[in-house]
């Protein structure tokens, strides 16, 4: 059915995606884009979602922008840093502001935005342990916020009407006190809470009237300076230190005395100010950029709504401070400034005007943050990312409200009430803030680097050099700020990060850790030139094929110990042809199989393939497993004998012991019956013998090098601390060929080089690697032999004790020389083979695992039988062993 003909898929395709809770799907996640069935027309719209781009984020946004520095911080900076620095501040400040901006407008624009704002932006990008830390620090800067903006409109109105106010006598009717400006403050937010318990529209309506406040009293402001005559205003600090200070109106010479800085003592706190600690000032008034964003989940269309609004909104409050500081610098005279950051009351047409907008602007900011900390709480719920302490967060009403987050936040904001002075904490709350912007700019320069062709945003406006700078920037401020508040936020996003790791919360986000490695991956793998490659650089790259991990877990882990920083692979032959099939099976069981790497805690990766008989697919998996330069130049089989296989599932632990899953749809009892139980003594194996042979004639015809794992499960589990005392024995010569006696061939050097690589890891580098030379009595030269070889391993930089082993009376076993063109298997008895093996058994005690020359497969393939047989007496119980035929010089003696 094509899209065009399906008015439905149309709809489900671009409509927004219902922010509540579906049948089947957990809270935050995004719906399916096309209904399920029985659907029967277009989903009923979210009634939660209702508020329009100016209402929802231009007028939370410019109120939040504002707050109380627009009506009393401007006379603070200016006088300060003088009209140049502080234009210089002002278009810092905007231009890390819009750095996240422009990130925020990316994200917005690139698909459907749910409620949560920031948070729903980082979590759905950075994965569920950036956001819910970085979330939480989120709605604490909020909740705090909202206790500064509380705490500094009760100071405000406790300045002019309180027992120690500014007005005269008979307007001072308020006590003052601790426990007065808590109760003044409870009352505040308790309004706030009502408002916010009703609802989003209302919200917006109350939003909206404040709005119209705050702007009227602005314009008033701007039409006073142009109106208001000079004049002399007294500045009382109290009753014995008052002094007059001169608003000129506009003057030139009043603009060219305000030009430069002049920091001095700020009188309400004492300190010397720098232009660090007036910038810090002044940008705390700008960080209510996200105010709007906060709303997502009440926009009719937030991923629209979001970067229009706040881009309005940034334009807006720019121009409004720009002209409050051209104006204020125009006609006030520096002392004026300095010493009264209320002087706005004292210029204005109508004083108690200026009040009211002082009072309206923060209660607006108290509301917003409020709002918005409730919508963030409510979003961390659904996505239970804390567990039961946040479930009764997720509860909404009918009208999609959620209350019972927006009570969870009530009761913080009380508890911060409680605390009084907020001086040192309202350094924290921007220091948050910038944390989460900063978090913001990072999920962009990560989904941008990460070139996903699903990262689209319709707003083009930014790159990646934007999102670095504004994630410098905003570092760079956090630390100005407030060192201290920048190291203790870093200190807890890393504890709140690593908890929810810990949790290891199930996701079907997405992560753009896996899209940017896979990027990284890309290019580096188009780097890596299989031309370039040299034998100094050269490392095993494993394909290990496993019927059943059941009874090959161990040797899963002595391969993954083995390969020294190489490529493994786990490889695996389904039998079956695809024209018999309705799909193909091997895709289903990857899961199972990565699942079985994760519990066996090893580096590896997982190749599958469906074919008529194993010798094909690992004919397959030799030829197509890898990528590039990454590919499998070794392969590992299991021995093929008559032993009954262990199952190690029921051994180990991490098998054996209930487990939670591992949140990719595979939970232990699953994994359990994915994997056959393994076979009885009387069960016929899958795989014949001269199948087994022929795959390792095929391996060396593809110029693989070959190892023959047998008894791997009577291997230690972790070696360790155990391997003390124990050795790793080699054994470089031919055995089935003593007439033959070379040490130093391609084979026995690669041999060699395995047994070394394997002391090299931690957990073997106990044991001690011993090397076995065989002499004839009559072989006069072994001593000259014995040097060579010392004198080679010195060159190769390999640690090991040359052991001679005599061993005529094996080699007097070894019969007649053949005919030309016999082959070496044919002439080789049994009883050879088995004096061999109990020289081999004798001379390794405490030999943790052996390693064995691996001859070639005989050409005539009628005698594939006879080579197996032989090999099975020869290693039969010597405990781990490896045979080893290799193919690739692997050892260099240069730098």
Known sequence: MSTESSPLLNYRLFSVVDEGEMPGSRGG??????????AAGPPHPDPARRLSTFFGVVVPTVLSMFSIVVF???GFVVGHAGFLQSLLMLVVAYVIILLTVLSVCAICTNGAIQGGGAYFMISRTLGPEFGASIGLMFYLANVCACGVYVLGLVEAVLDVFGADGTEPPSARALPQGYFYSFLYGSLVLLVCLLVCLVGARIYARAAFLIFLVVNLVLLVIFASFFAVGPRQVLVARDANHTFNASFTGFRLATLQANLGAMYSRDYTTGNVMTFATVFAVMFNGCTGIMAGSNMSGELKNAS?????GTIIAVIYTFIIYFLLFFMTSFTCERMLLKEDYGFFRAINLWPPLVLIGVYAASFSASMSALIGASRILHALAKDDLFGVVLAPAKIVSKGGNPWVAVLYTWALVQLVLFVGKLNTIAGIVTVFYLVAYAAV????????WASAPNFRPTFQLFSWHTCLLGIASCLLMMFLISLAGASASLVLMLALLGFVHLRAPASSWGYISQALIFHQVRKYLLLLDVRKEHVKFWRPQILLMLANPRSGARLVRFVNDLKKGGLFVLGHVEIGELDTLPSDPVQAHYNFWLSLVDKLNVKAFVDLTLSPSVRQGTQHLLRITGLGGMKPNTLVLGFYDGAVPEDYFLQDPAFSQARENDHFGVDLAALQAHFPPVRGAATPKVLPPTEYVAIIADALKMHKNVCLARDFPQLAREPGSRAEGLFVDVWPLDLL??????YVDVCSLFLLQLACILTMVSSWRAARLRLFLCVESGDRGWLAKEEKLKELLGKLRIRAAIRAVA???????????????????????DAYLAALNALVLEQGERAAVRFLYLPRPPADTSRYGRYLEQLEILTRDLGPTLLVHGLTPVTCTEL
């Open 29 to 38: 996640e995004e719906a399916p884009l096309v209904g399920g069935p029985g």
């Open 807 to 829: 061993w005529d009376h094996v080699v007097a076993l070894h019969g007649q020389r053949g005919l030309p063109g016999e082959p070496a298997t044919r002439r080789v008895p």
């Open 441 to 448: 700019d990072l999920a962009c320069l990560a989904l941008e």
């Open 737 to 742: 060929r003593p007439d033959r006696p070379a």
């Open 304 to 308: 629209s709504s979001i970067p229009k």
């Open 72 to 74: 009393m911080r401007v």
